[in-house]
């Protein structure tokens, strides 16, 4: 495949965010904010099915890891739309 003429192969990074989200961008964030919760909720179900400590030490983290990405996520998506 060609390139056409002006493109360098590289792309345009946004420096800052846009003033408005569109539907994908919202339904995406979403997503985003479900599979980290759900992440966390089966870490923490299989954290809870462990009889060995070092597999249930390593669950339980891994739950507060998803946690602390959700908490983080909502809280600065909670900062920007007010």
């Known amino acids: 495949m060609q390139q056409q ?3 360098s ?13 569109s539907t994908k961008d919202q339904l995406y964030l979403s ?17 809870g099915q462990c009889n060995d400590s070092d597999i249930k030490s390593a669950c339980q983290r891994v739950a507060q890891m998803h946690e602390h990405h959700y908490q983080t996520f ?3 998506l909670q900062q920007h739309t007010q």
Do not use: R, T
């Open 5 to 7: 003429p002006g493109q």
């Open 9 to 21: 192969g590289q792309q345009n990074m946004m420096m800052e965010p846009p003033q408005v989200l």
């Open 31 to 47: 997503d985003m904010l479900n599979w980290n919760l759900i992440a966390a909720k089966k870490a923490n179900f299989y954290a």
């Open 74 to 76: 909502l809280s600065h």
